[in-house]
């Protein structure tokens, strides 16, 4: 009898991957929303499962809940670095003559585009208190050369020949 190596079937896998690909084509279009809802959820059970930490339940609740907060978090304050290294580093295409324009650029700024448009407009969106702290730390991390823009509806930085806008309503 012939023994195969096959590892088993997992519904919970499938569902993660699943989970994780849909959360991918859907960030773009409802991160502005769904990012804050994560957060707010992600405190109350980590909250919930920290009272219950005794159950078996509450523990693993806690740290699922915990590990989504920090995820969560890290890509928020990622905004700050992302923001500098396109600043710094990609001209928008309008900006450049069209032979310089690489696929290099055209994927990092789709990428930079996908991932924190809802973040900015998280950002914009957000109370006072929070949006004053976001507009700091965002111009906070500029490079040298750079001014960051808060126009009230969006916000975006200058850096000669042109602006780029990161969000606007």
Known sequence: MQSHNYKRFSIRGTLVITALAALGFAWPRWGTVAGPIAVQVSIACAVVGGCLWRRSWGATLFRRSSALLLM????????????????????????????????????????????????????????????????????????????????????GWHRNPVTYTAIHY
Do not use: N, Q
């Open 72 to 155: 969560l978090c890290l890509l928020y304050l990622s905004f700050g670095p992302a923001s500098w290294a396109h600043a710094r580093y990609i001209m928008p295409k309008s900006a450049m003559p069209a032979s310089s324009w690489t696929a290099f650029d055209e994927f990092f700024s789709a990428a930079f585009v996908h991932i924190y448009k809802p973040v900015a407009g998280t950002a914009v969106l957000s109370p006072e208190p929070v949006r004053s702290w976001t507009m700091t730390y965002l111009a906070w991390w500029m490079p040298s050369g750079t001014r960051f823009c808060d126009w009230g509806d969006g916000m």
